[in-house]
């Protein structure tokens, strides 16, 4: 029976703790914005906002889908310096498709150039603001 009153006084004083620091995270914005390449909307692709050197803030992204992307998890992108990293894929142009089946996932690649991703020099400064904020990237070439 003591054991009993032992354990619901633990459990009774456990639910009073937090779970995590009583700090606040980053201030956040929600951003969107359109993404073209030579002019035409990005079909499918991924957009992160990263947190420039030196600074301790989370990275933020999202889907882009019909050139168009909104990211707002987690109350979107930290404000301040960041790098953008922008990929995008589409499906390989010598994979066959035939009727009775092919690949189970077609295989695509990354058709942006290395500068808008993997080496990118793409930067933003996101103001705090009234959301959402729009960040438009015009990629070439």
Known sequence: ???FFFITSVLFGLSFTGCGSAEPGPERVIVTGNVTFDGKPVSQGEIWFIPTAGREAPQAGAIIKAGQYRVENKGGVPIGACQVKITADRPKEDVKIV????????????????????????TVEIDPGSDPVTKDFDLKS
Do not use: C, V, W
């Open 1 to 3: 029976m003591k054991s």
């Open 99 to 122: 009727a009775d089946g092919g690949p189970e996932e077609i295989p695509t690649t990354q058709y942006l150039p290395a500068r808008f991703n993997e080496k990118t020099e793409l």
